[in-house]
């Protein structure tokens, strides 16, 4: 997952996935068949690993203003810290392979609609309890602010400065009220 995360699938060879496997050639082959299906394997365990963790600690917050704020937090924190210039294994795979590999793109549309519902979600949560604006549409500003995570993604992979990252956030978060 490191080596696709750094590298992009077609940055990376097989033999940095056998360094980084600890796995001879043919036990990769076997183990995976081929380079697309370790990769999509790598999308798996991204989503199981690191995206699943940020959703149930937004489902799990007691506040849901704070929920959102503490999402943010940890991604701005992330792309500014140790995962600079990263970005985010699912939002690199869009940008490089979405637009051509009809397979991808269909486990990325899954994920991102994961976090939109888990996003909507606590938008309705806060709405209940009158911590957001109840007259604004939860699953249209699910939609935004998963535009938003995909934008500061983006502006991650590219070294943005942490300030930058961290005005975004601020003007997302007063836009859903």
Same mark, same amino acid.
């Given at each position: 997952m490191q080596v696709f995360w750094s590298h992009g699938y077609a940055g990376t060879s097989i033999q940095q996935l056998?360094?980084?496997? !600890?796995?001879? %050639?043919?036990? +990769?082959?076997?183990?995976? !068949?081929?380079?697309?299906?370790?990769?999509?394997?790598? +999308?798996?365990?991204?989503?199981a690993e690191v995206s699943a963790v940020?959703? *149930?600690?937004?489902?799990? *917050?007691t506040s849901a203003r704070a929920g959102l704020e503490q999402y943010f937090d940890d991604l701005v924190t992330f792309g500014a810290g140790d995962? %600079?210039?990263?970005?985010?294994?699912?939002?690199?795979?869009?940008?490089e392979l979405a637009p051509h590999d009809p397979g991808v793109a269909a486990r990325l549309q899954a994920s991102?609609?994961?976090?939109?519902r888990a996003l909507e979600e606590t938008i309705r949560r806060g709405q209940a309890a009158g911590e957001l604006d109840p007259a604004r549409d939860p699953k249209a500003l699910a939609a935004f602010l998963v535009t938003v995570i995909q934008g500061l993604r983006? +502006?991650?992979? &590219?070294? &943005?400065?942490?300030?930058? +990252?961290? &005005?975004?956030?601020?003007t997302a978060l007063a836009a859903i009220g």
């Open positions: 056998v360094d980084a496997t !600890g796995i001879n %050639r043919a036990s +990769l082959y076997t183990t995976f !068949g081929d380079k697309e299906r370790l990769f999509l394997a790598a +999308l798996d365990h991204y989503v940020r959703v *149930a600690r937004l489902r799990e *917050a995962g %600079r210039g990263l970005g985010c294994l699912l939002t690199n795979a869009a940008v991102f609609g994961r976090v939109e983006v +502006l991650m992979r &590219a070294r &943005a400065a942490e300030d930058q +990252l961290r &005005a975004v956030v601020k």
